[in-house]
């Protein structure tokens, strides 16, 4: 006969399993669902913490665990005009996509809304897709999170919430944007200003520092700053502000092509040479920096390698593999005639 204290007391949860054995939701969920390549020792600390706690997993749930929808999904929290204006987004989805030919994938586009993150969550907590590839987030996204411990989930860049439990590819934008800058050093550059990414993005932040670091290294000024999108308007709106600062300008670094090109047409308009009067570096190595002239001398953003990465890395989760959470892909500059 049960007692009053043995009916008042919760039934054994997921959650409490995994505080047990010292591990994952996630993880006591691949035990429970017999998923392949877990550790054989984890296996036996989440089996003992089930033991002790009497727990008994929901079969409907470890149905509904087990069955694979053999899709994924690109989640991009951007406006949808952001989106099909930039090249790297484009880049990027091709090469995941090229990468999921020649597996059972198929491949759902989310071009998130951050007025609605919930709506966004639900779906992708829904069962409706197996895994997720998160691109171009902000500090203030909400779309993506708390999601990982459900769900597979790999970023373009690292996220700014939970960077140490997170799977990620990117490239050292700081490292990068210190060579675009030292490009223009080396040059005989003296007031060097930069076109910043945004700055609740990492691209945007680290690249900024990379500027600060080459220039401080050399001893110049590093007051020359204005902030951009990374779209080509807002590059345009930055160079005209730095400008009518009226201060001397022989150097610029754009944290983006897009931002690169459009200051380069307020240069054009302004009768300002390039490079003669002001040397341009850009940042991406994409359409635009062949499409201004003079051609942009920037810093190739291997993009298309990142796309396959994350592709791959997505599956092995899914597929209960062991991946690496940060992956560093190689960058390097690529010298045209604007600097």
Not at 163 to 172: H, P, Q, R
Not at 184 to 204: E, F, N
Not at 229 to 242: H, K
Request: aromatic letters at 6%; one cysteine or more.
């Amino acid at each position: 006969m049960k007692t009053d204290a043995s009916r008042s007391r919760p039934a054994p949860t997921l959650e409490m399993v995994a505080a047990l054995a010292g591990v994952s939701r996630s993880t006591v969920s691949r035990v429970v669902n017999d998923a392949p390549n877990v550790d054989p020792d984890i296996v036996k600390s989440v089996q003992s913490a089930i033991s002790t706690l009497n727990y008994i997993p929901n079969r409907a749930a470890r149905s509904l665990a087990s069955r694979r929808t053999n899709s994924v999904a690109v989640v991009v929290p951007e406006s949808t005009s952001k989106v099909f204006a930039d090249p790297f987004f484009a880049t990027l989805v091709e090469s995941i996509a090229q990468t999921l030919v020649e597996t059972k994938y198929t491949l759902n586009l989310i071009v998130s809304s951050e007025a609605r993150p919930e709506k966004t969550r639900s779906y992708l907590l829904g069962g409706n897709v197996d895994g997720a590839l998160v691109v171009s987030h902000h500090s203030g996204d909400h779309s993506w999170t708390r999601i990982s411990d459900s769900l597979p989930v790999v970023f373009a860049g690292r996220p700014f919430r939970g960077e140490g439990d997170s799977y990620y590819v990117e490239v050292n934008n700081q490292a990068a944007a210190a060579r675009a800058a030292q490009h223009l050093v080396d040059a005989g550059r003296t007031s060097i200003a930069t076109i910043a990414g945004p700055q609740d993005m990492y691209p945007g932040v680290d690249r900024l520092r990379g500027w600060e670091t080459a220039l401080r290294s050399a001893r110049l000024d590093t007051s020359l700053v204005e902030v951009g999108d990374f779209t080509q308007a807002s590059g345009r709106e930055a160079m005209r502000r730095l400008l009518d600062r009226g201060q001397r300008i022989d150097g610029l670094f754009a944290a983006n092509d897009q931002m690169a090109a459009g200051a380069c047409s307020v240069l054009t308009d302004r009768n300002i040479r390039i490079p003669a009067d002001i040397a341009v570096v850009g940042f991406d190595d994409d359409s635009f920096a062949t499409s201004v002239t003079p051609a942009l001398t920037t810093i190739h953003h291997p993009i298309v390698e990142m796309g396959h990465r994350m592709a791959e890395i997505l599956l092995a989760l899914i597929e209960g593999e062991p991946a690496d959470r940060v992956n560093l892909l190689p960058t390097s500059l690529v010298v045209r005639d604007s600097a």
